[in-house]
T-cell receptor
Framework: DAGVIQSPRHEVTEMGQEVTLRCKPI?????LFWYRQTMMRGLELLIY????????DSGMPEDRFSAKMPNASFSTLKIQPSEPRDSAVYFCASRGEGNQPQHFGDGTRLSIL | AQKITQTQPGMFVQEKEAVTLDCTYDTSDPSYGLFWYKQPSSGEMIFLIYQGSYDQQNATEGRYSLNFQKARKSANLVISASQLGDSAMYFCAMREGITGGGNKLTFGTGTQLKVEL
């Protein structure tokens, strides 16, 4: 079975540029989560969706960050404009109903110069 | 207060030995779930094992078992017969309100395990 698919795996860009991270959840999973992992702050939940609807975006750091889920098989996390402090590994995860675990993608390692 | 506490930043174990990674949690919700994830140096997050607060028995998955002590609010991960491939960062996580629609996972800071020959 295909797991959660994220792209790109690595992204290096200059500050001020727009960055778009992409995620395809596991088919049939109703929940999709975006996380950020840094050495200083560990794993932080940014936002999550249920049935394509954003439920909780309280972890989104500021207005430069936005996330969308136009359909059940695709989500994006966008940073515009990007800053060096946004450098981190960004994970997407999905899960099914009930007490199912979240399954994570391989992450996108983002470096903003 | 921290919801998930992992007090061991690093652990060493010899190959073929068993190792216990500690995790304590803090919640007033009677319905919660506890999860362990493994993050190897390659970076991916791999789900290992789950324990529900109402589960009567400790969870087991192959060489992984969860020593769940509800009164002490601890959910330690036990890895038996350690292998070199077990060297990784291990995260404990909790989801509160699991039967009432709670969806957020709160992660601990992780324990870096190194398996030695």
């Amino acid at each position: 079975d295909a797991g959660v698919i994220q792209s790109p795996r690595h992204e290096v860009t200059e500050m001020g540029q727009e960055v778009t991270l992409r995620c395809k959840p596991i088919s049939g999973h109703d929940y999709l989560f975006w996380y950020r992992q840094t050495m200083m702050r560990g794993l932080e939940l940014l936002i999550y969706f249920n049935n394509n609807v954003p439920i909780d975006d309280s972890g989104m750091p500021e207005d430069r960050f936005s996330a969308k889920m136009p359909n059940a098989s695709f989500s994006t996390l966008k940073i515009q404009p990007s800053e060096p402090r946004d450098s981190a590994v960004y994970f997407c995860a999905s899960r099914g109903e009930g007490n199912q675990p979240q399954h994570f993608g391989d992450g996108t390692r983002l470096s903003i110069l | 207060a921290q919801k998930i506490t992992q007090t061991q930043p690093g652990m060493f174990v010899q190959e073929k030995e068993a190792v216990t990674l500690d995790c304590t949690y803090d919640t007033s919700d009677p319905s919660y779930g506890l999860f362990w994830y493994k993050q190897p140096s390659s970076g991916e997050m791999i789900f290992l094992i789950y324990q529900g607060s109402y589960d009567q028995q400790n969870a087991t998955e192959g060489r992984y078992s969860l020593n769940f002590q509800k009164a002490r609010k601890s959910a330690n991960l036990v890895i038996s017969a350690s292998q070199l491939g077990d060297s990784a960062m291990y995260f404990c996580a909790m989801r509160e309100g699991i039967t009432g629609g709670g969806n957020k996972l709160t992660f601990g800071t992780g324990t870096q395990l190194k398996v030695e020959l």
